[in-house]
């Protein structure tokens, strides 16, 4: 009778011992999945930013700290950079060993309305920010003749945007849609925004009049006025 009770306390007392094991393995199993989900990002790449820097980027979509890898998903880094009316998409990559990548499409400054201070998108959204190199509209415009030019404006290559230092709206008895354009090299630009998309020659139109400054009328007819 005592051996059975020893053999009974014997399995009593391995079923608890492999009971404990399991119990401390489980444990272990549940702290290493914490720790691992905890693990922070380690690495944040941006890349097709323009505009605004890596660190401003970094900023929005809220990995200032960066937080856990595994916690931050790439949904809420999205909506998060969304939000900023410079974004226009974004898209969100993430690899093993706590790498995050982030490729956006910025919308473009086309210019700083000077009557409401704000620095005007090629979406047609504006910001407060003057902080941009940007043409400077100097007057007001009529409503509809203003919702054209934002958008002719916004088919305008950057290259030649950078050029041009001022926009004022000047109409005339024939032409409702006329602008004169100061830009940075020291000459002037007429233009319609029916004929806008000429502004993308303007490169090619200095290397011919050679050097000379002057008055280009890009809105009745195609002519350089040198100015004396």
Do not use: H, W
């Not at 790498?99 to 086309?110: A, C, H, S």
């Not at 620095?119 to 007057?139: A, F, M, Q, R």
């Not at 709206?169 to 024939?174: A, L, S, T």
């Not at 200095?206 to 002519?223: F, P, R, T």
Request: proline share 2%; aromatic share 12%; net charge negative.
């Amino acid at each position: 009778m005592d051996k059975e009770k020893k053999e009974v306390e014997k399995v009593k007392k391995f079923k608890f011992t492999k009971f404990i094991i399991i119990i401390l393995l489980l444990y272990l199993f549940g702290f290493f999945i914490y720790e691992l989900l905890l693990i922070p990002t380690k690495n944040i790449f941006i890349s097709d930013n323009y505009y605004l820097t890596d660190q401003e980027i970094i900023d929005i979509s809220g990995l200032k700290n960066y937080p856990s890898f595994f916690f931050t998903t790439k949904l809420s880094i999205k909506n998060k950079l969304l939000k900023n009316n410079m974004i226009q998409s974004v898209e969100i990559k993430k690899e093993i060993f706590g790498k995050i990548y982030i490729t956006v499409t910025e919308n473009t400054p086309l210019f700083y309305n000077s009557i409401t201070k704000e620095t005007i998108l090629n979406n047609g959204k504006s910001i407060s920010s003057s902080d941009y190199i940007v043409p400077v509209l100097t007057n007001e415009v009529d409503s509809e003749v203003y919702e054209k030019l934002v958008e002719k404006m916004a088919t305008v290559d950057i290259n030649v945007l950078s050029m041009i230092s001022e926009i004022e709206y000047d109409p005339n008895d024939i032409d409702t849609e006329r602008f004169l354009l100061t830009m940075n090299d020291g000459n002037f630009v007429y233009i319609t925004l029916t004929k806008i998309s000429s502004l993308n020659e303007y490169i090619d139109i200095l290397a011919s009049v050679e050097g000379n400054k002057g008055i280009l009328y890009l809105d009745s007819g195609n002519y350089f006025e040198i100015l004396e």
